[in-house]
């Protein structure tokens, strides 16, 4: 990671056109998603290059089953917490269904509060080709966008589950269209959620936006993940492409499960046990 850009020990603010240059340079980009202040800190603190307040603080922290009940309170609410904790990283908030696909001007105005109102730098929209006047809006407006395909999460009902896009010719080709659109609308990267190694390695050499891959394989110029899966604070979630670096949740357990122990006992708080005369 080159200090200039980017770097854990860099003064610099990443921006949205940072990433093409990475891209250009070789250079792999970290993206984690990120849904409170003091993880924030964490993650910033940590080096991660782009924090994603993702949609998926509806399955990860607010206990639903998808991103689809997410709403933009709750995205301006999450969002603004993570904005005061990151002061290097490139913050990119997802806009929740029906925030943006209903018409471009709604879009603005929707993205536009997330700007005004939580200090995030960037959006994220699912979608290819059929939102690329939707990004041309945002963009001409001042709004940098980040784009989504392959498994787009908000779409889980249309794809009947969560599966591997793009398997046969004609619905990789139509990805590759889709990323094409979206990089002449103007997004200054795209997101390729469960797509094959070798289609994101193909729209990776297609298109001159940097490729952030979630289970997309090794040839993305980026990767993302869910935090809370990085970490072992969804242990029941056991997804292929996710490998967990912590085991956070058994540890929150243990503690809380030894203070409670501690208190049961009058071992905590410590002092004279003798009860006063
Ligand atoms: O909401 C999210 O976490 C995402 C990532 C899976 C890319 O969109």
Redesign the pocket.
Known sequence: MSKAVSGKNSPTRITAPMLQKMKERGEKIVML?CYDYPTARLVDEAGVDVI?I????GDNVLGYRN?IPVTMEDMLHHTRAVCLGAHRALTIA?MPFLSYQISPEEALRNAGRLLKETGVQSV?I?GGTAFAPTVRKLVTAGIPVCG?IGLT?QSVNVFGGFRVQGRNEESAERLVQDACALSEAGVFAI?L?LVPDELARRITKTVPVPT?G?GAGPFCDGQ?Q?FHDLVGLNPSRTLRHVKRYAEAGALIRDAVAAYAAEVRESLFPPGEKTPDA
């Open positions: 998603t994603l993702g949609d998926s603080l991103t997802d994220k699912e989504h999460p997101v959620e952030i979630i993302v869910v």
